[in-house]
């Protein structure tokens, strides 16, 4: 009855302003839950790491697509995303990690950190120049949107000028990574695939002409040592490129747009963070908790097995529910208060766990602290101004637009709760 119900609920953007009350709903069916368009849903905090850590089981790669014969696992964008680092498996997987390393290490964190702040003045400038102009603005599209573009577009090298394209293409793509995309959406998430793929392809040719000082590049000299087929190589890093935007963008604009929806609906935390900067860290990885991006990610059994003693067969996919995870009182206690004050050390899905954990973590850390530092002592007064407007989307949340505006004047802690 109550993944029927999720099932519908996806035409009609239901549950997205409120998704906690259905994870309770989904966690009182079981751990693990046979579901009705087939494999299980996985709702426990503990079984939900069970299943990211375990490498039995493997993601939902080319071959298990095209064994599926459905137009969702075929298409185009479906299986373009399935060549991307995350969706590979062993030996594949192992030699792209070993090869990247560790993208953002403390060094790379610490240059980072200039350019990030300055992006993040940047989009705080325009928020303020379109709130002076037009009395409010949307938060979601220019800093939510547009600052984990910049910050991942100025990392790789690529063209400012690009940045609005490629926002709307990678949010294109999202849609072939929904459960239940519908033809009309596969269509536009195909289009924006090739698009991506068009783009960054073009892109390597250049910079493989004239390298310049920045990761693209350096990528590219990488690649053509350790890649013996040159045409492989540059394919290799295309994709590492364009999954990079991809996975830059859809998640953090998640985490700046809950955290500023989070601290609009408890302005004591704001209050208190305003006067307590040392608690931004905390308060991160509280939105990373309370909200996460990826609120489902999927995985393929290998061999008939059993999780929680519900049968997992071989090539079964397995929806792993983060988001359900994340609020489950065995792991957390008072799940549903988001509270920056939390005590004891974070822990969290929001990054994965395993072979596949997040290799932009750091990055989308940064972003997220560096941004509420800035904001909250630039803007006291900032408010959101209506109801944030959410896309049908049930696995990589995204909020549409959230309009903002400048209160008349400070809102002091404990007004308004
Ligand atoms: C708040 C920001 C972010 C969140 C919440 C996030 C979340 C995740 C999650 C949940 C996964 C694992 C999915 C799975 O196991 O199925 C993942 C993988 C990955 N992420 Fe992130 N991510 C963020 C930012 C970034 C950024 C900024 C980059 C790059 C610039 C990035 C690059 C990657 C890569 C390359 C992987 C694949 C790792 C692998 O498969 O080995 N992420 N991310």
């Known amino acids: 009855m109550l993944l029927s119900k999720l099932r519908s609920a996806r035409k009609f953007g239901e549950g997205q302003s409120n998704p906690w009350s259905v994870y309770e709903q989904l966690r009182a069916c079981g751990d693990v839950v ?7 849903m996985v709702t426990s905090y503990e079984a939900c790491s069970q299943v990211l850590r375990d490498r039995t089981y493997g993601t939902p790669d080319l071959e298990w697509r095209l064994q599926q014969g459905e137009p969702r696992w075929t ?3 479906s299986t373009l995303f399935s060549r991307m680092i995350m969706l590979l498996n062993p030996p594949e997987h192992t030699r792209q990690r070993r090869v990247l390393g560790n993208t953002f290490d403390r060094q790379t964190l610490t240059h980072l950190s200039t350019v990030v702040g300055e992006l993040v003045d940047e989009r705080l400038d325009e928020l303020e120049r379109r709130m002076h102009q037009d009395g409010e603005a949307d938060y979601a599209e220019i800093v939510g949107d547009g600052l ?10 690529v063209p400012s000028a690009d940045f609005e394209l490629l ?7 999202a849609w072939s990574q929904e459960l239940f995309p519908t033809p009309a959406q596969l269509a ?12 960054f392809e073009a892109l390597v040719l250049e910079r493989t002409k004239s390298p310049g000082d920045d990761v693209l590049s350096s990528w590219i000299r ?3 040592e350790v890649e013996k087929d040159p045409e492989e190589a540059a394919s290799i890093v295309q994709r590492l490129a364009t999954f990079s935007i991809m996975a830059g963008l859809e998640t953090t604009s998640n985490l700046l747009n809950a955290a500023m929806w989070q601290l609009d609906r408890h302005p004591d935390q704001a ?8 608690g931004i860290p905390a308060a991160v990885e509280e939105v990373l908790r309370y909200d996460p991006a990826v609120a489902i990610t999927t995985r393929v059994g290998s061999r008939s097995d059993s999780l929680s003693d519900v049968a997992v067969g071989k090539g079964q996919l397995v929806y792993v529910c983060i988001g359900s995870a994340h609020h489950d009182p065995r792991f957390i206690s008072d799940p549903d208060r988001f509270d920056v004050r939390r005590s004891g050390p974070a822990r969290h899905l929001a990054f994965g766990q395993g072979a596949h954990f997040c290799l932009g973590a750091g990055l989308g850390r940064l972003e997220g602290q560096l941004l509420l530092r800035r904001m909250l002592t630039r803007f006291p007064t900032l408010r959101v101004v209506s109801e944030p407007i959410w896309e049908p989307r049930v696995a990589f949340r995204r909020m549409a637009s959230m309009r903002v505006g400048l209160a008349p004047r400070a809102r002091f802690a404990g007004e308004g709760l």
């Open 34 to 40: 046979p579901s009705p368009w087939g494999g299980v």
């Open 75 to 77: 298409a185009p964008a």
């Open 148 to 157: 984990p573009v910049a910050a991942v577009g100025r990392w790789l090298g």
């Open 167 to 173: 926002r709307t293409w990678t949010h294109g793509q």
């Open 188 to 199: 536009v998430a195909d289009e924006s695939a090739l698009n991506l793929k068009a783009y």
């Open 222 to 224: 990488e690649w053509a």
């Open 271 to 278: 209050d208190w963070l305003r006067y307590h900067p040392e």
